[in-house]
């Protein structure tokens, strides 16, 4: 393993103060936490506060997303772990204007378990918090018998969307409509070249040939659908739309925001080439995106691949 | 019956036992995890044996600092498993010293937490069979052991490792084995039982 840190046991610590005091105009960390609020009290005057937050190594996420019109606050758990619900706890409280607040989870046991913790916390203090999880993993066949589909790079349309309307002042009753509305129209796929490795692990999280990518992987290297030998740009994009449109049947009469997001260590070059070939592909459905995202959004420490 | 004195020695025991096996928790998580069990388990027993040391004032206390350490300093879903299982004992412990009572308010909190039900490869395949052995007041090691051999065969419905689904099948559930270790402990502490 090589990497830029000092010991793994102090990545998420000092990573965040790092992140703070790069951005002090951006950032406020609350004391004894890795919990970091927007320091622009003014912007969240009397608005409902959106709180996210999961296990650090997808940066940006979270805490590159708090700011005006995203998120109030995020919090950081140790590596690919979800945040313990006093930290989740301290987040909400500092965010709270009265108006309650609304929580964006992903979909995975333990964020589930510890933001759901956090909520029962605030309630006893009469603070209204709602919530919605993300699943827009497509990998993940739905089914009553796993945890179902994992959060992914669409959580950030999520964040942005409620993050608007929060700032536009929406209700808290108004911002869960919305996410629930919103949540059926994200999807994800991926598509991976190697895996990331976890700091205090100090190995990749599974093992792929050179000459190998896996389609469907997670954001915490959870497995995929299917390994096989790396292909050009163009044909990666056919797979990965072809499994979009067998899901949300692609339709040339619809709007759609198209992200293309890189894990880690993804050069941009490669992701623009993929957005070229991406583009091309949507064309011959006549579809031209209304919005478009590339790049480092949702990050999966040193993966190589997109979402 | 439960006093301060013999729940704080339960709970001290079961952190010993964690310790020493932490690093076969965290083998155990890695192949249908992400292999971070028994550094999370040992982080957050840690701080429940400052907490209660020195020993709280009663019953209530002794269960609530302990559940507080864990959810504070676990994290992923071992935290609030095993933090709910503390607090609901916490609870119950106001009206009622009764093991029995305790331990099937404990395991309620647990499988409303986690939404998991016995058969699903978690820590609940080893709570249910041990409450119940208690509540006929036959609780022996082998119940315990038992308990904890039965995940291995199962598919996991629940946590991380339903990702795997069949490829889960012939592991130890890594959250089972560490409850063994809180109800060995148990039998091995004197005048509970």
Redesign the interface.
């Known amino acids: 393993m090589k990497k830029i840190i000092n010991d793994p046991k102090n990545v998420v610590s000092e990573m965040v103060d790092g992140l703070v005091r790069a951005y002090p105009q951006y950032l406020t960390q609350l004391p004894d936490t890795e919990a970091m609020v927007r320091s622009d009290q003014e912007s969240m005057r009397g608005k409902v506060g959106i709180v996210s937050g999961g296990g650090s190594g997808h940066e940006p996420a979270h805490a590159g997303f708090v700011g005006q019109g995203m998120l109030s606050a995020a919090v950081a ?2 590596v ?8 989740i706890y301290a987040a909400i409280k500092a965010v709270d204007q009265g108006r309650g607040v609304f929580l964006v989870i992903k979909n ?3 964020d589930v ?2 933001f ?2 956090a909520k029962d916390m605030a309630e006893l203090d009469d603070i209204q918090v709602k919530s919605i999880v993300v699943d827009d993993d497509i990998a ?1 066949k739905d089914s009553l ?3 179902g589909r ?1 959060g992914v790079a669409g959580t950030v349309f999520m964040h942005k969307v409620l993050g608007a309307a929060a700032d536009q002042g929406a209700s808290l009753d108004e911002l869960e409509q919305l996410a629930q509305q919103v949540l059926p129209q994200i999807k994800t796929i991926a598509v991976a070249l190697s895996a990331a490795t ?1 700091p ?2 100090g190995k990749p ?1 599974f093992e792929l040939k050179d000459d190998e990518i896996e389609f469907g992987v ?1 954001i ?1 290297s ?2 995929g659908y299917r390994r096989e030998a790396v292909k050009p740009s163009k044909a990666l994009v056919q797979e990965l739309v072809g499994k979009l449109d067998e899901e949300i049947h692609l339709d040339a009469t619809h709007q759609y925001a198209v992200m293309v997001n890189g894990m880690g260590a993804t050069p941009l070059m490669e992701q623009y080439v993929f957005c070229h070939d991406l583009l091309d592909e949507l064309a011959t459905k006549k579809i031209e995106p209304a919005m478009m995202k590339v790049g480092n959004y949702m990050t999966s420490i040193d993966m190589a691949g997109l979402h | 019956m439960l006093t301060v004195e013999n729940t704080v020695a339960w709970i001290d025991q079961f952190a010993d036992q964690i310790e020493a096996k932490q690093s076969y928790l965290s083998e155990l998580d890695t192949p249908i995890g992400d292999a971070d069990h028994g550094g999370n388990m040992v982080r957050g027993l840690v701080a429940v044996k400052a907490a209660l040391n020195p020993a709280p004032a009663d019953l209530t206390k002794v269960f609530q600092a302990t559940a507080m350490a864990l959810i504070s300093k676990v994290g992923g879903a071992s935290g609030p498993l095993y933090g709910t299982a503390f607090l609901e004992m916490a609870k119950q412990s106001k009206t009622d010293t009764d093991l029995e009572t305790l331990l099937a308010a404990a395991l309620a909190g647990i499988e409303k937490r986690g939404g998991a039900t016995t058969g699903d490869k978690t820590l609940i395949d080893v709570w249910a069979p041990v409450v119940s052995a208690v509540q006929a007041g036959k609780l022996t090691q082998a119940v315990v052991d038992d308990a904890v051999a039965s995940t291995e065969p199962m598919v996991a419905k629940k946590g991380r490792a339903s990702y795997l689904g069949e490829r889960s099948v012939g592991h130890l559930d890594p959250g089972a084995v560490s409850s063994g270790y809180l109800f060995t402990a148990l039998l091995a502490t004197e005048g509970i039982l």
């Open positions: 758990g140790q690919f772990t979800s945040p313990t619900p006093d930290q995975y046991s333990g378990m510890n759901d913790m993940v018998y796993t945890q994992r976890v205090e692990v999280g997670g915490h959870e497995p």
